[in-house]
Nanobody
Framework: QVQLVESGGGSVQAGGSLRLSCTHSPYTSSNYCLGWIRQAPGKEREEVAVIDSDGSWTYADSVKGRFTISEDAAKNIVYLQMNNLKPEDTAMYYC???????????????????WGQGTQVTVSS
């Protein structure tokens, strides 16, 4: 079981930046996957970025070059630095975790199974 709490959401104008934080409970496994997904009204869930305990990471094409996922393992925090925000980035952002390496499941989604409550990001034009 992993508990996650997101923070850092807010409202910004297009071109602005936000940094989301996700504080999680200590892992019971040396292998893990951490990631951010977003959900906007009327749109499908989108996996934004994931980071694996092996040091690898993956980004959605829509955020490449603008968003950066990073981890402070000592503090049990994963960050999502979001730069050059666009109105289409408006969504509820959720932090997710798995106690195993990142894996794409048969349905095409990442194997994240523990979730935080989400933090809202609103970008105005």
């Amino acid at each position: 079981q992993v508990q996650l709490v997101e923070s850092g959401g807010g409202s910004v104008q297009a071109g602005g930046s936000l940094r989301l934080s996700c504080t999680h409970s200590p892992y019971t496994s040396s292998n893990y996957c951490l990631g951010w997904i977003r959900q906007a009204p009327g749109k499908e869930r989108e996996e934004v970025a994931v980071i694996d305990s092996d040091g690898s990471w993956t980004y959605a094409d829509s955020v490449k070059g603008r968003f950066t996922i990073s981890e402070d393992a000592a503090k049990n925090i994963v960050y999502l630095q979001m730069n050059n925000l666009k109105p289409e980035d408006t969504a509820m952002y959720y932090c997710g975790a798995a106690l195993e390496n990142c894996l794409v499941l048969e349905d095409g989604q990442m194997n994240l199974r523990y979730w935080g409550q989400g933090t809202q990001v609103t970008v105005s034009s």
